[in-house]
Each structure stands twice: as C-alpha cells, then as structure tokens.
C-alpha cells in the first residue's frame, strides 16, 4: 500500500537551515513526479514545490522561490526539500506527496514538523 515517511523537521533559528526527506513505497516511485505541501497552523494544505519524474522538471510557490530546492533519488525511493533561508512563516507541518503540483495519492504520511523561531 502507498506509504510516505517525511523526516528531517526541527526548531530552527530565522535564517537556517533544514534538509527534509520523504520515503515513499507502495508504488512506483520513478514514474511519479513527487511534491511536497506545508500546513501552517490553523491554516489549509498548500503546494511548496514538485519535481517531475524524471527530475527535469520543478515548480515552486512564489513564497519559497529561491530558498528551497526539490531533489529526488529514483535509486531510494526518495525525495528532498532543502530549506535555506528560513523564516517565521515558514513553520508548518511539512508533507511530500505523488503528482506535479497536486497530490494524487493517499493516505498522506504523518508529516514533519518545521518550527522558525525569531
């Protein structure tokens, strides 16, 4: 069955970093562009950024462009969201997900917290 396993949250400082990880099983992963979404508190799931299948290819929202880059491992079955710059509204609970830009599988995973502090 499908299956994700996000890890790599923490608390962090504004202005650093975190490399975030998402283990996917249950399908196959290489045909599968991949993306990950947030959920800030008290707020609706949004889009952070996708990756196509076979990596060519990203999209990021306009709030992160230029701070986090997507990257996948066909090889591991894996997908990472590396977090530069980080900022207070940054904090959310971080989610990957199969699709380009949407989510077309489920259940989702537990997520990994990301908390910024000033």
């Known amino acids: 069955q499908v299956q994700f396993v996000e890890s790599g949250g923490d608390l962090v400082q504004s202005g650093g970093s975190l490399r975030l990880s998402c283990t996917a099983s249950?399908?196959?992963?290489?045909?599968?562009?991949m993306s990950w979404f947030r959920q800030p508190p008290g707020k609706e799931r949004e889009l952070v950024a996708g990756?196509?299948?076979?990596?060519?290819?990203?999209t990021y929202s306009d709030s992160v462009k230029g701070r986090f880059t997507v990257s996948r491992d066909d090889a591991r079955n894996m997908v990472y969201l590396q977090i530069n710059s980080l900022k207070p509204e940054d904090t959310a609970r971080y989610y990957c997900?199969?699709?380009?830009?949407?989510?077309?599988?489920?259940?989702w995973g537990q997520g990994t917290q990301v908390i910024v502090s000033l």
């Open positions: 990756i196509s299948s076979l990596g060519s290819r990203t």
């Open positions: 997900n199969a699709g380009f830009a949407t989510a077309i599988l489920r259940p």
């Open positions: 249950g399908f196959t992963f290489s045909s599968y562009a």
